[in-house]
């Protein structure tokens, strides 16, 4: 059986079976999604929640929103992503 990884967490993949139930004849697809959006500039002292709020009251649903943080500090790096429900709000 063929383990297929992400080549990083914001890639989406879409494995696809051929013919018959060989793995080795199946078609991996990687798509990134078009309702992400990359924040930048942000306050750090923003709070991923605080982020989530303010997109989803001017822009719509929001799926999650991340604030991106050092991993020897765990403090803000000032910039995140926001991933909306709907891909046109992107």
Same mark, same amino acid.
């Given at each position: 059986? %063929? %383990?297929?990884?992400?080549?990083?967490?914001?890639?989406?993949v879409d494995r696809k079976q051929?013919?018959?139930? +060989?793995? #080795? #004849?199946? @078609?991996?697809?990687y798509s990134y999604p078009k309702? =992400?959006?990359?924040?930048?500039?942000?306050?750090?002292?923003?709070?991923? @929640? @605080?982020? =989530? +709020? %303010?997109?989803? !009251?001017?822009?719509? @649903?929001?799926? +999650? #929103?991340?604030?991106?943080? +050092?991993?020897?500090?765990? =403090?803000? !790096?000032?910039?995140?992503?926001v991933t909306f429900k709907d891909?046109?709000? #992107?």
């Amino acid at each position: 059986m %063929h %383990h297929f990884n992400k080549p990083n967490p914001y890639v989406q993949v879409d494995r696809k079976q051929m013919q018959g139930n +060989d793995p #080795a #004849a199946s @078609e991996v697809t990687y798509s990134y999604p078009k309702s =992400k959006v990359f924040v930048g500039g942000l306050d750090f002292n923003l709070t991923s @929640e @605080e982020l =989530k +709020d %303010h997109f989803q !009251r001017n822009f719509g @649903e929001v799926h +999650d #929103a991340i604030i991106l943080k +050092d991993i020897y500090t765990g =403090k803000s !790096r000032g910039f995140g992503f926001v991933t909306f429900k709907d891909e046109s709000v #992107a």
